[in-house]
Structures are given as structure tokens and as C-alpha cells.
């Protein structure tokens, strides 16, 4: 049987190991890229899975004065159809990671979830 002072190190030794798979787990997100759009693609908004934005592309024909507005519009619903997808990639990301530790599933890590 443990003694009280392993079970403590051991469940540091846990902690550690999770902390340094959660900072792994962030940088990777940060290193997938998601493409959100809008407009049937003549917006684009790219981003990494973690919710960065890397950059926007707009269609040169929507590039009028009088379409400001719509393109605005568009550039909107692109940046939330790039965030869905990165909550969607992040929390794929993280069942994985967490079916890896032998973690149930829905068990929300501090700062992760």
C-alpha cells in the first residue's frame, strides 16, 4: 500500500502531465487552420482552430461603395462561421485528448472547456 506522501506525488506527477498535454493540445489548435465563408466563398475569413484570426479575403466584385454595407454583412457571418468551426475542431481536438488520458467524457478540464 502507498504511503500518503506517494499518492501526493503521484497525483502531482498527474497534474504536471496534464498541464503539459493541455499546453501541448492549445499549441497545436493554434496550428490548425479553419476557413470560415460567406456569400457563396466571396468572403473568407481563416483562422486557427484555437480562434485567431489569420486573415480575410474579399472578392474584388464586392469591392463597390454602394455594397459597403452587405460586405460588412458578409465579413460578419465569415469571422462566425470560421469561430464555429474552430469550437467545433477544438472540441474534437479535446475529446481526443482526453480519451487518451482515460478521462470520462463531458469531463471539462480547468481552462479547456
Not at 475569413?45 to 474579399?58: D, F, M, N, Y
Request: glycine letters at 12%; proline letters at 4%.
Amino acid at each position: 500500500m502507498q504511503s500518503m506522501e506517494e499518492m501526493i506525488q503521484a497525483a502531482q506527477k498527474a497534474a504536471e502531465t496534464i498541464q503539459t498535454q493541455m499546453n501541448e493540445m492549445q499549441a497545436k489548435l493554434d496550428g490548425i487552420e479553419v476557413q470560415g465563408q460567406s456569400g457563396g466563398g466571396l468572403v473568407k475569413v481563416h483562422a486557427t482552430a484555437k480562434g485567431r484570426i489569420l486573415r480575410v479575403e474579399i472578392d474584388e466584385s464586392l469591392m463597390k461603395p454602394e455594397e459597403k454595407q452587405m460586405v460588412e454583412d458578409l465579413v460578419t457571418a465569415a469571422f462566425n462561421d470560421a469561430r464555429d468551426k474552430a469550437d467545433r475542431v477544438s472540441g474534437e481536438e479535446m475529446k481526443k485528448m482526453q480519451g487518451g488520458m482515460g478521462l470520462p467524457p463531458g469531463f471539462n478540464l480547468p481552462g479547456m472547456g
